[in-house]
């Protein structure tokens, strides 16, 4: 694969980064998207200075968003391993009784 420049939006200003695939160039370009989005929906509903106020927001919201996923990965782990447990435990007694 070859890298491949391209240029995103971000609250009015271009920004040129270096991707190594097409797929990846979709991903970018709908998070750029998305971060936009949330921040006009911020514009609509706050009271703000200025746009770095909006990007201090959509960057809080988006921390928050990452650290929940995270956590709820970390206790399905948790659920994983402890259901592999019952099933070892489970099929110990299984051959006992055989």
């Not at 270096?18 to 949330?38: C, H």
């Not at 921040?39 to 927001?57: G, W």
Request: glycine letters at 2%.
């Amino acid at each position: 694969m070859r890298d491949q420049l391209i240029s995103v939006i971000i609250a009015e200003r271009p920004y040129r980064l270096t991707i190594n695939s097409e797929a990846e160039e979709e991903i970018f370009r709908k998070a750029a998207k998305l971060v936009d989005d949330k921040m006009q929906d911020y514009a609509r509903n706050y009271a703000f200075r200025d746009k770095q106020d909006l990007l201090a927001m959509v960057n809080l919201q988006f921390a928050v968003e990452y650290l929940r996923l995270n956590n709820t990965a970390g206790e399905q782990q948790v659920l994983r391993e402890k259901l592999n447990e019952v099933d070892r435990l489970l099929d110990e007694c299984l051959l006992e009784e055989s």
